[in-house]
């Protein structure tokens, strides 16, 4: 149980083009899910916290118009790249909190932008 | 602010030596901590959490509020415990309910 999917498992896009990445709850609910970037060999750094029915909160430095964030349901957020460049490209993981009290993590998104 | 510290980048042994990844934290209140792992290519599985005070795989930690750590032990270990470890404290500040993740360390483990 508690499983978290994210589509697609990897993209590659030209500089300048937008890639919606989805992050789903598959047996659970989650009014919350977290968004984060890995860069190679690196930890993980939160850029959002995503919120049903609400505004998406950004962490410091990380911009809010280039990073779309929809929580459009209890068990979908989606995360925008919006107009894509190199420098944006990353490794994209999701997460959410479940009735287990422990943080159950998508299997990342690999975005390279050429 | 909360932060955790995982001293050791690269951490390797030999087959059925024990081992002890190093995790220090800060923050003033009670920690709610976590060990996470990420084998090759998979993606992040919670191994240990503090509250349950379980063995997982034959790993354990143990919170010392006194030192501030939560370091990962396990007394002999196998090869197929070659992974990414990642130590991770609960956020209970600006972002609240996400969690402060250390670098990991790379452990290795020989044949």
């Known amino acids: 149980g508690a499983v978290v999917s994210q589509h697609p498992s990897r993209v590659i896009c030209k500089s300048g083009t937008s890639v919606k990445i989805e992050c789903r709850s598959l047996?659970?609910?989650?009014?919350?899910m977290f968004w984060y970037r890995q860069f190679p060999k690196q930890s993980l750094m939160l850029m959002a916290t995503?919120?049903?029915?609400?505004?998406?909160?950004?962490e410091q430095g990380v911009e809010k118009d280039k990073f779309l964030i929809n929580h459009a349901s209890l068990t979908l957020s989606t995360l925008t790249v919006t107009s894509a460049h190199p420098e944006d490209s990353s490794f994209y993981i999701c997460s959410a909190w479940y009735s287990g009290g422990a943080m159950s993590f998508g299997p990342g998104t690999r975005l390279t932008v050429l | 602010a909360q932060r955790v510290t995982q001293p050791e980048k690269l951490l390797s042994v030999f087959k059925g030596a024990p081992v002890e990844l190093k995790c220090n934290y800060s923050?003033?209140?009670?920690?709610?901590l976590f060990w996470y792992v990420q084998y090759s290519r998979q993606r992040l599985q919670l191994l240990l959490r503090?509250?349950s005070r379980e063995s997982i795989k034959g790993f354990t930690a143990d919170l010392n509020k006194g030192e501030t750590s939560f370091h990962l032990k396990k007394p002999f270990a196998q090869e197929e415990d070659s992974a990414m470890y990642y130590c991770?404290?609960?956020?209970?500040?600006?972002?609240?309910?996400?969690?402060?993740f250390g670098k990991g360390t790379k452990l290795s483990v020989k044949p």
């Open positions: 047996d659970f609910q989650a009014t919350t």
């Open positions: 923050y003033s209140g009670s920690p709610e």
């Open positions: 995503s919120n049903e029915g609400s505004k998406a909160t950004y």
């Open positions: 991770a404290l609960k956020n209970y500040g600006g972002s609240q309910g996400n969690l402060i």
């Open positions: 503090h509250i």
